[in-house]
Structures are given as structure tokens and as C-alpha cells.
């Protein structure tokens, strides 16, 4: 069975036929209206969403099947204690594929470890938000006609985007990529993901401090969101939230073709100006997140009972060494009864398992 945690449990081939089916179903949508006839999604949110919640809602609605769960923990027994790990055994009763958002960096990957329907990560904590990327990668081919061979700058907050760390790991699969940094010191992005995905795999990139001057060299352009609610100081918040504006002005530095995509929601990070301009992709780019969720709902049931889908065997050697102790209070391992589990990346560091920050 394949569970959709990180991009990197996709192959690179499952990866582009999602995309290549969710083009399909762009193209035909009346052979998908009864695809998911009889079949049940649970969407199991423990964080708010609009965007990733409706479009999984609105993908299982559109190819015939049907919706339960919930948007609020507090209306849930996980409001008495109930931990992810049983309350994905029970659902699993009642649903042929789930949906899970959670606050807590690796409480997806623990509920794919006893679900007997696949779990889809739709966002844990700052870690990994694997179908926004499909739906960025989707963005990408639709816009430019191609996702290799192009430059993209990120710009905002690297460092706690789930969606850039989700997006720059699904990009090394490509050839030809070349990424730019822009991000206040406070917010770069981490150095994990710059050395076991950058380094390791051969993205180059550099970091600038401006967005103008970086601008004219891209086919992309990923705004993001500085999160207010991943700080635990606001001052710290209200430092660094308005570092880069993209407005008219910068826009007339960029290429005809550049695309500026956001995974929104935005704040004032892309100025409400920029909204008409053609190579404004963000609103083009939430329709794709519906469709690629309809292609990974029907390939994930197509590939349930199929042993070449399975998922991948983790890339790094496991440390044993009880003196290790994971500092991530956000981690599933210090929120529930969970093991902990340490990994050496390529680097040399100890990483946690679950939510790979550093931990030596
Ligand atoms: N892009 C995204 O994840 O949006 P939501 O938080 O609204 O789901």
C-alpha cells in the first residue's frame, strides 16, 4: 500500500503520472464523475485550512464518492486524549482513504504506520506538505509547459515553509533546476535541507538579499507567507513580516514568462496590484490543487493492492543511542507514546526520524 507522507514516497514516475492523470481529468472530467462511486474520504483536520480541506472535499465530491471527518480536533475524541494512532485504527472502520493535517511534525507518518487505508499528509507542523507540491508541480508544467530546466526563486519564510522544504525535495527529481534563496536572516532556509537535498542531490543554488535583484533571472517566482504561528515571540513575528513585498514595481523587473505562484493564504507578501497581472499564477494554482488531489485519490486506491506501489525503504541509516533525545517540542515523539527514532544524514548529523530536525 502507498501512503503519501513526503514527496519522496512518491517515485519519480507516480509522481509525473499523477500529474499526467490530473491533465487527463483536466481534458475529460466526464470520464471521472463516477470514478469514486461507493468510496469514502475522511479528511481529518487538527489545524485550520481552507484551501487543502475544501479541494480534497471538492476532488472525492467530483469524481462520486463521498466526505466525512472533521475540521476541528475539539469536536473529535481527540479532545479526551484519543491519540493519531488509534483515531486512524477507528476511522479507517469507516473510510477508504484519509486525509490528515496536524500540528505535530510527524503525526502522519505515525498514522500510516497502522492504517490499513492510505493516509495522505496534508500538512504536518513546518515539515512536509506533499500535495501542495504535487499541485505546485502541476502549476509549474501547466504555466511553462515543462518543470525541468527552469529557475525558481523562493522568497519569504524558508524556514518554517512546509511547502518550499516539500517543493525544492520534489524538484531534485528534475534535471536542470537552479534555486533562489531570498529570505531574512531569521527565516533562511535550514541547513538539512540545503545539504541532503541541495548538496546531496545536486540543486544548485545561491541566497541574495533582495528580491530585485534576483527577479529577472527566474521562470518562477514562489511567494510565501511569513507563518505568525509557528513564533513563539511576536515581537520576533512582527520583525521580519513585511521583508519582501512583491508589488507592480518588481514585477516590471521580471521576465515576460515568469510565473508567480503562492501557496496562499497571503498576507501583504504579493500586493493585491499584482492580481491581474497575466503571469500571476495563485488563483490558477488553487483549481490545480483540486484536480491533483482527484489524480492522487484514484492512484492511491489503484495502487492499494498492487506490490509495485509500496513505499520506499528509508534512505539513511537508523542510530541506535538512548543518550539522544529529540528538542522539537512540535515532534510526535514528545506529544504522544511514540519511540524515538534518529537517523545520520549524508552530512554526518543525527537527525529525529519523525520530524528530521537536528539532534547532534
Ligand atoms: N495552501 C494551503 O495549505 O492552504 P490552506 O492552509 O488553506 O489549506
Not at 113 to 124: C, M, T
Amino acid at each position: 500500500m502507498k501512503h503519501l507522507i513526503d514527496p519522496t514516497d512518491l517515485t519519480h514516475d507516480e509522481t509525473n503520472d499523477i500529474i499526467a492523470l490530473a491533465e487527463d481529468i483536466i481534458l475529460h472530467r466526464e470520464k471521472y464523475v463516477t470514478r469514486m462511486s461507493g468510496k469514502k474520504l475522511a479528511t481529518l483536520f487538527y489545524e485550520p485550512s481552507t484551501r487543502t480541506r475544501l479541494s480534497f472535499t471538492a476532488a472525492m465530491m467530483e469524481l462520486g464518492g463521498n466526505v466525512l471527518g472533521f475540521d476541528d480536533a475539539r469536536s473529535s475524541s481527540v479532545s479526551k486524549g484519543e491519540t493519531v494512532a488509534d483515531t486512524v485504527r477507528v476511522v479507517g472502520n469507516f473510510a477508504d482513504v484519509i486525509a490528515m493535517r496536524h500540528p505535530i511534525e510527524g503525526a502522519p507518518f505515525i498514522a500510516s504506520q497502522v492504517s490499513e487505508v492510505p493516509i495522505i499528509n496534508a500538512g504536518d507542523g513546518s515539515h512536509s506538505h506533499p500535495t501542495q507540491t504535487l499541485t505546485d508541480l502541476l502549476t509549474i508544467k501547466r504555466e511553462l509547459g515543462h518543470i525541468d530546466n527552469i529557475t525558481i526563486g523562493f522568497c519569504g519564510d524558508l524556514r518554517f515553509g512546509r511547502t518550499v522544504h516539500s517543493l525544492i525535495k520534489a524538484l531534485s527529481r528534475y534535471t536542470g533546476i537552479k534555486v533562489i534563496l531570498i529570505a531574512p536572516d531569521t527565516l533562511r532556509l535550514p541547513d538539512y535541507i540545503k545539504q541532503d537535498v541541495c548538496d546531496r542531490l545536486g540543486i544548485s543554488y545561491k541566497e541574495v538579499s533582495t528580491l530585485e535583484e534576483a527577479i529577472p533571472d527566474m521562470d518562477v517566482l514562489y511567494m510565501t507567507r511569513v507563518q505568525k504561528e509557528r513564533f513563539l515571540d511576536e515581537d520576533d513575528y512582527d520583525r521580519v513580516k513585511d521583508s519582501f513585498i512583491l508589488d507592480a514595481a518588481k514585477m516590471k523587473l521580471a521576465r515576460p514568462t515568469m510565473k508567480v505562484l503562492h501557496p496562499l493564504p497571503r498576507v501583504n507578501e504579493i500586493l493585491t496590484e499584482v492580481d491581474a497581472d497575466p503571469r500571476a499564477a495563485y488563483f490558477r494554482q488553487v483549481e490545480n490543487g483540486k484536480f491533483v488531489r482527484m489524480a492522487l485519490i484514484c492512484r492511491l486506491l489503484d495502487w492499494k493492492n498492487d506490490a509495485r506501489h509500496v513505499m520506499p525503504q528509508p534512505l539513511n541509516e537508523f542510530v541506535d543511542d538512548d543518550t539522544l533525545h529529540c528538542r522539537n517540542a512540535k515532534c510526535i515523539c514528545n506529544n504522544e507514546d511514540v519511540k524515538s527514532k534518529f537517523y545520520q544524514s549524508p552530512d554526518g548529523v543525527i537527525r529525529c526520524y519523525y520530524c528530521d530536525s537536528k539532534v547532534r
